[in-house]
């Protein structure tokens, strides 16, 4: 049974390629009478032909890969392109390495452990790049003796 006309003409009509046309197996003799625009517009409305459904990329695996990735796994070396710079700007480093630091000199001020010109001092040493992390800083502060003590009278 041969239904390339017919398959070509709805395909036509429902505005898809042939291979998107559907025919129902129990309307087959039905189908193969259609010969004009008319009859297979008559066997559309009656749902004999139909189209496929347009079928879309499954997201399954590209969110669990995503919950992995947000839990810090899947981001070793392998998966890496591109340099260190390109995935996190030097300018973006420097910016949380520099506002970490002044985070924590500014918790040491409010707590009373550093004075106000130890403050000051410390702050223009964090902006010219002196200090390699927060632990630094307080190796430089207990080397240098510049820890204040706390007046704690009750």
Do not use: C
């Amino acid at each position: 049974m041969r239904l390339g006309n017919q398959k070509r003409i709805s395909a036509e009509m429902l505005g898809v390629g042939k291979s998107k046309v559907w025919f129902d197996t129990e309307h087959m003799t039905e189908i193969k009478e259609a010969i004009t625009k008319g009859d297979v517009r008559t066997l559309i409305r009656k749902r004999i032909i139909q189209r496929r459904p347009e079928l879309g990329h499954s997201r399954v695996r590209a969110r669990k890969r995503l919950t992995q990735r947000r839990k810090g796994r899947q981001k070793g070396q392998g998966t890496r392109k591109g340099k260190k710079s390109s995935r996190l700007t030097k300018k973006t480093a420097w910016m949380n390495l520099v506002r970490g630091q002044r985070t924590f000199l500014k918790e040491l001020k409010l707590k009373g452990l550093v004075s106000i010109p130890t403050y000051r001092n410390l702050y223009s040493k964090i902006k010219g790049g002196y200090f390699r992390n927060k632990r630094h800083i307080k190796l430089y502060l207990t080397e240098h003796k510049l820890f204040q003590e706390k007046n704690t009278k009750k």
